[in-house]
């Protein structure tokens, strides 16, 4: 989200959908208020929408990017702690 921030002048936009699966709803709801007020504090009108019906996060959308963790948390738990054994 940083980055989108500081090229705003490159990239105005207006509204980020952040879209999860079901499972990951409870997680959503925590984080999805980070970037709002990231883009508080940068000054630009920006909108972030949290939701998990894909069709609503897409419908009209100029640009999609991804990012996702394959396994969800538990692979994430994993991830970090390979390196730390």
């Known amino acids: 989200m940083e980055g989108f921030t500081k090229r705003y002048t490159d990239l105005p936009i207006k509204e980020i959908w952040l879209l999860d699966v079901p499972a990951g709803k409870e997680k959503q709801d925590i984080i999805a208020a980070t970037p709002q ?6 000054g630009h009108n920006v909108k972030i929408h949290s939701t998990l019906d894909w069709t609503e996060a897409l419908k009209n959308a100029d640009f999609v990017t991804t990012q996702f963790r394959v396994g969800q948390l538990s692979a994430r738990i994993l991830a970090q702690a390979i390196p730390a054994s």
Do not use: D, H, P, R
């Open 37 to 42: 007020k990231m883009w508080n504090a940068s």
